[in-house]
């Protein structure tokens, strides 16, 4: 069974940079994208970024100049770095592994997801 | 920019069958996937692909879609069914792929 488990700083202040990991473990980490989605208190998800195992990687437009994603496949974990975070950066963080990496027959669903982190900045 | 709408909030009596819809120019070109999510908890997919279902979704889940709409029906709604319901696609922005979801609708099943 496909586990992610994620962790990182819960509390900043603004302008400093949040930083997240996930670790996978139960299946293969080649053939997927590995996703960060983030959600603010009381409103929908928003879709941060993604990279696949080779390291090739997508940011949502919004958020592109800050945020870098990276993987580390010899731990099979992937990471999120957001710079100069302020209070609306506020949000529960979710790492998300899709069903596969062929996204013509499927659109890529987040089948897998990490438990979630809130991300508070004050 | 790439969008997708969905109504806030819909309700259906318990039993009875109710249609969540998504829309957005992206659906003419990408699958719909559907997550649900309950207070506290991380979404978990219900629907992808055409139809399709991941395994333990109940068969009261289904799919459709036409043109730029996408639904999410529950047929025989349960009291469990109540939750937040977010559709999903993929689009891109010059050659830039790009992940979108709905703004959500709350299903109450009275």
């Known amino acids: 069974q496909v586990q992610l488990q994620q962790w990182g700083a819960g509390l900043l202040k603004p302008a400093e940079t949040l930083s997240l990991t996930c670790a996978v473990s139960g299946g293969s980490f080649s053939a997927y994208y590995w996703t960060w989605i983030r959600q603010p208190p009381g409103k929908g998800l928003e879709w941060i970024g993604e990279?696949?195992?080779?390291?090739?990687?997508s940011y949502n437009p919004s958020l592109k100049s800050r945020v870098t994603i990276s993987v580390d496949t010899s731990k099979n974990q992937f990471s999120l770095k957001l710079t100069s975070v302020h209070a609306a950066d506020t949000a529960v963080y979710y790492c998300a592994r899709t069903l596969g990496a062929d996204c013509s027959s499927t659109s890529c669903p987040f089948v897998y997801w990490g438990q979630g982190t809130l991300v508070t900045v004050s | 920019s790439s969008e997708l709408t969905q109504d806030p909030a819909v309700s259906v009596a318990l039993g009875q069958t109710v249609r969540i819809t998504c829309q957005g120019d992206?659906?003419?070109?990408?699958?719909t996937s559907w997550y649900q999510q309950k207070p506290g908890q991380a979404p978990l997919l219900v629907i992808y692909?055409?139809?399709n279902r991941p395994s333990g979704i109940p068969d009261r889940f289904s799919g459709s879609s036409s043109g730029n709409t996408a639904s999410l029906t529950i047929t025989g709604a349960q009291a469990e069914d109540e939750a937040d319901y977010y559709c999903?696609?993929?689009?891109?922005?010059?050659?830039?792929?790009?992940?979108?979801f709905g703004g959500g609708t709350k299903l109450t099943v009275l």
């Open positions: 692909g055409k139809n």
């Open positions: 999903n696609s993929r689009d891109t922005i010059g050659n830039h792929p790009y992940v979108i």
């Open positions: 992206s659906l003419r070109r990408y699958y």
């Open positions: 990279i696949n195992h080779s390291g090739s990687t």
